[in-house]
């Protein structure tokens, strides 16, 4: 089975960090939420995967290379979430795929999704998850099978009518192109799952209790980069435990005897500690950070690169720089 990454959109809730990266590039621990996805895929069997680009395709480009079993496709205009995924179905072939979002922070079990999908026999199977605030998610209906009966986008609480959250991680049979409208663009809130629900055509949902953050605002990149460090979310992760609590991804190199650090802190390659700091955790330095003498941390992100200086405070921060692409560097 293939498998495509969305990741062409202009991620415009994780601004000003997506002024200068797209946002399967933005850092979460030691690599790209895309990176991580592309993990998840290459351990669930997807050897064959192709990415849509459009922003900043070159960044994307550079960082994962060519071959390999990955693939792009560049769009010069957005055609939108299902219209990208129409544009690669010469890709897909014959059989049915599996997309998912490239900012989606997730251990979901895809082999699991593909199986339900078979099962179900429908033409579509969308993964949902219980989700806590229904008015930040698309919600899906369903009766007793498991067969979608209808949506809500963004309900208030006391109007929804599921709390099942849309994950955005799908699988398809090649037929769903047949319910696409006619035009390059399409959406699949707005016009296919539509399509399906007026021809009485089956899909069917799987609903899952695997991590999942799509990592749509300031709030939930923090939110999800903490869970990852504190194992809610099964990455894998570079690193190696040097104290209670604190990983160090280099290979080499060892905390100044001064630091005073409270786990869980994560710190990256190539990072330069100050006399006299003081972490406190969840803390995340970047590779290549530059932390000064005297500052402290507690409960924030330091991306690649970023320099803080001597004496800061940092408290609830996500913080970095003009320059975060230049210091992404592939794991090995």
């Given at each position: ?200 055509v089956p899909f069917y949902i799987h609903e899952v209790g695997d991590y999942w953050n799509d990592v749509g605002s300031l709030a939930e990149l923090r939110q999800g980069t903490f869970d990852a460090l504190g194992g809610e979310l099964r990455l894998q992760i570079a690193g190696r435990e040097v104290a209670p609590g604190v990983v160090l991804a280099g290979a080499e190199g060892a905390l100044p005897e001064d630091l005073q650090v409270e786990g869980p802190v994560w ?66």
């Amino acid at each position: 089975m293939k498998a495509m990454v969305l990741a062409a959109g202009l991620g415009t809730r994780l601004r000003p960090i997506t002024y200068e990266i797209p946002k399967p590039m933005v850092p979460v621990l030691d690599r790209p939420v895309m990176a991580h996805i592309l993990d998840l895929l290459q351990r669930h069997g997807f050897e064959q995967v192709i990415a849509n680009l459009h922003y900043f395709p070159d960044s994307i480009r550079a960082y994962f290379g060519e071959g390999g079993g990955l693939s792009y496709r560049y769009e010069p205009e957005l055609l939108g979430t299902a219209g990208g995924v129409r544009g690669c179905a010469e890709f897909f072939g014959e059989e049915s795929f599996v997309v998912i979002s490239g900012d989606a922070l997730t251990d979901i079990d895809l082999t699991a999704l593909a199986a339900r999908h078979h099962e179900a026999g429908g033409i579509a199977t969308l993964a949902v998850k219980q989700v806590s605030d229904t008015r930040e998610y698309g919600v899906v209906l369903h009766d007793r099978d498991g067969r979608v009966t209808g949506f809500q986008e963004k309900p208030e609480p006391q109007e929804a009518l599921s709390s099942l959250g849309n994950c955005g991680i799908y699988v398809f049979s090649p037929a769903i192109f047949d319910y696409f409208p006619e035009g390059p663009f399409a959406d699949w809130a707005q016009d296919v799952f539509p399509a399906l629900l007026e021809r009485d055509v089956p899909f069917y949902i799987h609903e899952v209790g695997d991590y999942w953050n799509d990592v749509g605002s300031l709030a939930e990149l923090r939110q999800g980069t903490f869970d990852a460090l504190g194992g809610e979310l099964r990455l894998q992760i570079a690193g190696r435990e040097v104290a209670p609590g604190v990983v160090l991804a280099g290979a080499e190199g060892a905390l100044p005897e001064d630091l005073q650090v409270e786990g869980p802190v994560w710190i990256g390659d190539d990072v330069e500690i100050g006399a006299g700091v003081r972490l406190k955790g969840p803390v995340v330095l970047g590779d290549g950070a530059r932390v000064g003498a005297g500052a402290q941390l507690r409960e924030s992100i330091v991306f690649p690169g970023t320099e803080i200086a001597a004496g800061a405070i940092l408290i609830g921060a996500i913080t970095g720089h003009a320059g975060i692409v230049s210091s992404l560097r592939p794991r090995s």
